[in-house]
């Protein structure tokens, strides 16, 4: 198993102690949106609970329930997705089920800005080889028809691609994710983003900067 070292870990994954809250009463966000520190839970009734990597797996840090991740289908979340009120907004997204984000080291890829936009004019993203790169992101663990769904909304396979993501993810817990999927943008209507010959990568670069070189 690949090892970050423990002094790099406590620095990609600092300690998240909060509870829980209602995510809808926060602020709605600029592109990529606002994500929570750490892992968490997305209730159906709207609440964000945080979550505790423990001997079993994983517990619900409000209520001390352990949480089933078993049957969960594993997406990287690296742009608004990562967003627990874009997640909310999505009508009929959640389907009665909550939706898990573990906290993850993404190695050797990072979120890079696209040479796109969304319908209503936001910058996006996508994945980009990044060698040598570590990036912490969620993993989201969706139903069936959570995912069924996001492919609508990412217009899953012509403007982003969902494919499979094969180099190392890494919990927060210590453990290799598996199993994990990508939703990449394609060529056609979501390539990256290029100045002077090399991607913008978002942690790099300002919204404010990759939106004024991308065309309207």
Request: charged letters at 20%; one cysteine or more; glycine letters at 8%.
């Amino acid at each position: 198993m690949t090892s970050l070292g423990a002094e790099r870990s406590v620095q990609l994954f600092p300690p998240a102690d909060w509870l829980h809250y209602d995510w809808a009463a926060g602020a709605d966000a600029p592109y990529p949106g606002l994500r929570p520190t750490g892992s968490w839970l997305l209730t159906p009734d709207r609440q964000v609970h945080g979550l505790d990597a423990v001997e079993s797996g994983w517990q619900n840090r409000t209520t001390g329930e352990s949480v089933e991740t078993a049957d969960r289908i594993w997406v990287l979340a690296y742009g608004s997705n990562a967003d627990p009120l874009k997640l909310l907004e999505k009508d009929g997204f959640l389907g009665g089920d909550s939706v898990i984000a573990l906290r993850a080291a993404i190695i050797g890829w990072a979120a890079a800005w696209c040479d796109a936009r969304r319908d209503e004019g936001s910058v996006v993203a996508t994945l980009v080889p990044a060698p040598g790169r570590v990036e912490v992101h969620p993993i989201l663990g969706l139903t069936e028809h959570q995912l069924a769904v996001m492919d609508d909304w990412e217009r899953h396979p012509n403007t982003y691609c969902r494919t499979r993501h094969n180099d190392p993810v890494l919990l927060e817990s210590g453990q290799p994710a598996e199993h994990v999927q990508v939703y990449l943008g394609t060529q056609q209507r979501r390539p990256a983003l290029l100045h002077d010959g090399r991607h913008l990568l978002c942690a790099d670069v300002p919204y404010e900067q990759a939106d004024a070189l991308v065309a309207r």
